[in-house]
């Protein structure tokens, strides 16, 4: 757990030390404040709108209005944006020899991973906490339910979790960033669509697909329903990616 | 201290390391000597654990290379040919990330990184970052990870590849401090650096072992005359008069001295000096035809057959 903990300082220390938390941080939140400023335009002039009518102005639902939207595009920022972050943690360390360190220290290969992942997914927690500043005005002025938010939030965090996951395995395939970077934003959106197939499947095969979409579980947890289908989903998810990134290290040594 | 026994390391069908076996004594520095691809890498990363081995065995302080894994690296430190450093930490910002990744204990982690900045002299750069300090610090910051939890046992490759010549000097004398306390492995192709800082050596080619064992047994085995290097001031002269010496095999000029051989088993250096002197032939200098380490390294690596 130590070991765990000291591989996890030190890249949290080399994230926060070097300008990519910040510039992946500051383009996440402009880009989501300017989603956010939108959909409560939006909604405003719905609900000026709607007010006309008492049968609407009853349906006026800023969890469904504003936030189920912004969470569904701050996935798709999260899509773009992880892979930023995920991209060096393996391949640099071999590029510039550092493994050489890491791997001839008293540390195990799954620590190292699992350091790395939590560092990963502490600038995720960061940048999340972050949005949370929008919510303070929604609170201030509105009246939204904090549940439906918070389930929100938590299924950004699992999906950002398998999206780090999935980026360590590709980091650990290559030295060179960009192919990481390049080869783990395909795999993310080609899972995130991979529902869009289901529709000329059918049978097994569709629910297969069905299952196996980020979107799919993720559309659930914005409407506020938690269901524990889509949590194990995505820590298996990242489960499994852990796994792979655990294999392609071992197996090059081995080779 | 450290054994390695038929250590054989395939990279699919290539082999860079074949049936290699040697020890080495605790407390003593031996260097690991052979040209480029030779596996002086190889072997070094099978035994910091870094790399599997193909086949055979290898015990680091007692313990088996391959099955206590940990335990060996918690008693290893090593300087990698590529140095393993961060370059947007600072100095002691590595060297404490070392530390704690060395598991040395919280509360020795200060004194720890204090030492080994001491003893690297790496006092000037310790606040700086890493990609700032020249490449000599870098070395020395290098050294200084591998130092930094008191290992038992050091492996070095290339520890002085890449420096100037005054900090090949002061790098070699800090290896040479730290012997008795530490076994050290250094890999070099640097043959002086050997003949300075080194009890024995191993010397590889083509991954297979072609000799080991202390300077002086190396050129014991390998010479094939004894005999005197003389440099006089009646050269001719002495050249025609130490032929009818009785014993001598061969006289020969070489840069204006005087090789004067005979076989081994004889010792013929008092006769030589005396006949020297009696008749009177202006000696200047006498010393002993030691097999020089460079005549030797090329005698082994070119012609030698495999131990």
């Known amino acids: 757990m130590r070991n765990i903990w000291v591989v996890a300082k030190k890249e949290i220390r080399s994230y926060f030390t070097s300008p990519i938390a910040f510039a992946v941080m500051a383009v996440f939140l402009v880009l989501v404040g300017f989603f956010f400023f939108s959909l409560i335009s939006w909604f405003n002039s719905m609900a000026i709108q709607m007010a006309q009518n008492p049968y609407y102005y009853q349906q006026a639902n800023i969890n469904q209005m504003v936030y189920s939207p912004l969470f569904h595009n701050i996935s798709i920022i999260l899509l773009l944006m992880l892979p930023l972050l995920t991209m060096r943690l393996l391949s640099e360390e071999k590029k510039l020899g550092t493994d050489e360190l890491l791997f001839t220290s008293p540390v195990s290969v799954n620590e190292i991973i699992l350091g790395k992942f939590i560092a990963c997914l502490f600038v995720l927690l960061v940048m999340l906490l972050l949005t949370g500043l929008l919510s303070v005005f929604t609170f201030a002025y509105g009246n939204p339910e904090l549940v439906p938010i918070l389930n929100g939030y938590l299924g950004l965090f699992l999906m950002g979790g398998a999206f780090i996951a999935v980026g360590l395995f590709f980091s650990s395939l290559t030295e060179n960033q960009i192919v990481a970077a390049v080869l783990t934003f395909g795999a993310l959106l080609l899972f995130w669509i991979i529902n869009w197939a289901s529709a000329s499947a059918s049978g097994l095969w569709q629910s297969v697909l069905n299952y196996l979409s980020f979107f799919q579980h993720f559309d659930d947890m914005t409407r506020g329903i938690l269901d524990t289908k889509d949590l194990i989903y995505y820590l298996s998810f990242a489960f499994f990616g852990l796994f792979l990134t655990h294999a392609v290290i071992q197996s090059r040594r081995w080779r | ?307």
């Open chain 2, 1 to 307: 201290m450290i054994e390695v026994d038929h250590l054989t390391k395939k990279y699919g069908d290539l082999v860079a390391v074949k049936d290699l076996t040697f020890e080495v004594a605790k407390g003593k520095i031996w260097g690991l000597l052979g040209p480029n691809a030779a596996g002086k890498t190889t072997t070094m990363r099978i035994l910091t654990g870094y790399l599997p081995a193909t086949d055979g065995r290898a015990k680091v302080a007692g313990f088996d290379v391959f099955e206590q894994a940990n335990e060996v690296k918690k008693v290893i430190g090593y300087l990698p040919e590529v140095l393993p450093l961060y370059s947007e930490m600072t100095v002691a910002a590595y060297l404490n990330f070392v530390a704690e990744l060395k598991q040395v204990p919280a509360s020795k982690k200060k004194a720890a990184v204090d030492r080994a900045i001491k003893v690297a002299g790496l006092e000037p750069v310790e606040k700086r970052l890493i990609k700032n300090i020249s490449r000599g610090f870098k070395q020395r910051v290098g050294i200084a990870q591998a130092l930094i939890h008191d290992p038992q046992v050091l492996i070095l490759d290339e520890p002085t590849i890449g420096l100037d010549p005054a900090q090949i000097v002061e790098i070699r004398s800090l290896i040479k401090s730290l012997k008795g306390e530490h076994t050290i492995i250094l890999s070099t192709h640097i043959l002086a650096e050997v003949t300075q800082v080194c009890d024995g050596v191993v010397i590889i080619n083509e991954g297979r072992l072609m000799a080991s064992g202390s300077l002086e047994e190396l050129s014991s085995t390998f010479q094939s005359k004894d005999g005197l290097v003389l440099k006089l001031k009646r050269v001719d002269e002495a050249y025609q008069e130490l032929r009818r010496l009785p014993g001598i095999d061969k006289v020969s000029r070489r840069n204006g001295e005087l090789v004067v051989e005979w076989s081994p088993g004889k010792d013929l250096r008092e006769e030589v000096a005396r006949f020297v002197l009696e008749k009177g032939l202006g000696l200047v200098e006498m010393r002993s035809l030691a097999m020089s380490l460079e005549e030797l390294y090329l005698r082994i690596v070119s012609g030698g057959t495999p131990q």
